[in-house]
């Protein structure tokens, strides 16, 4: 599989915003989970965001209520709308997808997943 291309990585200031964008091809249409990672240097991926095919989203609570997770079919193409942004946010951000996917309840479960992106840098300063 072509590797998935994300974009809209930076720097920014505690309290900014930020848009990541992830084109996902031939995923606009069956049962399809789709979802975002990250992993700060030393620590372990973790999952950020997870949108299954129905619109249904989840996400961690370390984020949730900062980060909207969205997709629009028209352009393929998946979203992440970070606010609020805090140090603690400062990652390599890596989207995901898989199709056939059954179950909404596993958008989040890196196992799952075999098509990535290679990633894109998040820097928040203080």
């Known amino acids: 599989q072509v590797p998935l291309v994300e974009s809209g990585g930076g720097s920014v200031q505690t309290g900014g915003s930020l848009r990541l964008s992830c084109e996902v091809p031939?995923?606009?249409?069956?049962?399809?989970?789709m979802a975002w990672f990250r992993q700060a240097p030393g620590k372990e991926r973790e999952s950020v965001a997870g949108?299954?095919?129905?619109?249904?989203?989840d996400y961690a609570n370390s984020v949730r209520g900062r980060f909207v997770v969205s997709k629009e079919d028209r352009k393929n193409m998946l979203y992440l709308q970070m606010n609020n942004l805090e140090p603690e946010d400062s990652a390599t951000y890596y989207c995901?997808?898989?199709?056939?996917?059954?179950?909404?309840?596993?958008?989040?479960?890196?196992?799952?997943?075999?098509?990535w992106g290679q990633g894109v840098e998040v820097t928040v300063s203080s």
């Open positions: 995901a997808a898989k199709k056939p996917c059954e179950s909404r309840y596993d958008v989040r479960k890196a196992a799952i997943y075999r098509h």
């Open positions: 031939g995923y606009d249409y069956g049962f399809y989970c």
């Open positions: 949108f299954y095919s129905d619109g249904w989203t």
